[in-house]
């Protein structure tokens, strides 16, 4: 957490943090946005072994272990989701991908 920035100059700059201070955990707030067969969109993280990774636009990590799409989606992809169970053990929202918004490159 910073507790505190001081600077004079563009090359002084003082950081004053503190690494023990509690953080207000933003994750569990968040999932109580999401709701079961809620439609949400997201941007492809990372793709391993037919598990997609899935960050979703309104702030949760989300889990996809299959794709209702002819062309399967990649890594940057971004993709509608539908969420068919929220696992508050590891907070994410798992879920069906249905569709290709947008093709990264």
Request: charged content about 25%; proline content about 3%.
């Given at each position: 957490?910073?507790?505190?920035?001081?600077?004079?100059?563009?090359?002084?700059?003082?950081?004053?943090?503190?690494?023990?201070?509690?953080?207000?955990?933003?994750?569990?707030?968040?999932?109580?946005?999401?709701?079961?067969?809620?439609?949400?969109?997201?941007?492809?993280?990372?793709?391993?072994?037919?598990?997609?990774?899935?960050?979703?636009?309104?702030?949760?990590?989300?889990?996809?272990?299959?794709?209702?799409?002819?062309?399967?989606?990649?890594?940057?992809?971004?993709?509608?989701?539908?969420?068919?169970r929220i696992?508050d053990n590891?907070e994410v929202?798992?879920?069906?991908?249905?569709?290709?918004?947008?093709?990264?490159?």
């Amino acid at each position: 957490m910073v507790n505190k920035v001081e600077g004079t100059e563009p090359g002084e700059i003082h950081v004053e943090v503190d690494a023990k201070s509690p953080t207000a955990n933003i994750n569990k707030d968040n999932l109580r946005k999401c709701h079961r067969q809620g439609k949400y969109t997201g941007v492809i993280t990372e793709v391993y072994k037919g598990t997609y990774f899935i960050r979703l636009d309104i702030g949760i990590n989300a889990v996809a272990h299959s794709c209702n799409m002819s062309a399967l989606p990649g890594k940057g992809d971004k993709i509608g989701i539908v969420v068919t169970r929220i696992n508050d053990n590891y907070e994410v929202a798992e879920g069906i991908i249905t569709r290709l918004i947008k093709r990264w490159k």
